[in-house]
Nanobody
Framework: RVQPVESGGGSVQDGGSLRLSCVPS????????MAWFRQSPGKEREGVAG??????????QYADSVKDRFTISRDGDDNTMSLQMTGLKPEDTAMYYC??????????????????????WGRGTQVTVSS
């Protein structure tokens, strides 16, 4: 069974930076689709950034709210996926989750931010940004 494990969360001041990491434990081959989501109390889980690699090369997706501040990347050959977050704002405060196991029910470009399209989820890492 694939079990993503997140790390790197913490508390920072407005404008600070954090780097989250996700290791998809149990994945026996390089992943094709992975994404970061976040959820704060009382809100729905939302897609933050998505990573796809395939015959067409690497495709990255970002939510409008984090574009130009967050960067998703794969580190080395060990399947670790990172989310570099800069210019953090109080509204970025949330539990951040790593997801993989794309269900292949729909197109990546249109639905990468839909939680229902992923099978495997980590337990999350908390990010808190104070003003």
């Amino acid at each position: 069974r694939v079990q993503p494990v997140e790390s790197g969360g913490g508390s920072v001041q407005d404008g600070g930076s954090l780097r989250l990491s996700c290791v998809p434990s149990g994945l026996t081959q390089a992943y094709t689709y992975m994404a970061w989501f976040r959820q704060s109390p009382g809100k729905e889980r939302e897609g933050v950034a998505g990573f796809y690699t395939g015959s067409g090369g690497i495709k990255l997706q970002y939510a409008d709210s984090v574009k130009d501040r967050f960067t998703i990347s794969r580190d080395g050959d060990d399947n670790t996926m990172s989310l570099q977050m800069t210019g953090l704002k109080p509204e970025d405060t949330a539990m951040y989750y790593c997801a993989t196991g794309w269900k292949y029910r729909t197109t990546w470009a249109d639905n990468w931010s839909s939680p229902d399209e992923f099978s495997y989820w980590g337990r999350g890492t908390q990010v808190t940004v104070s003003s």
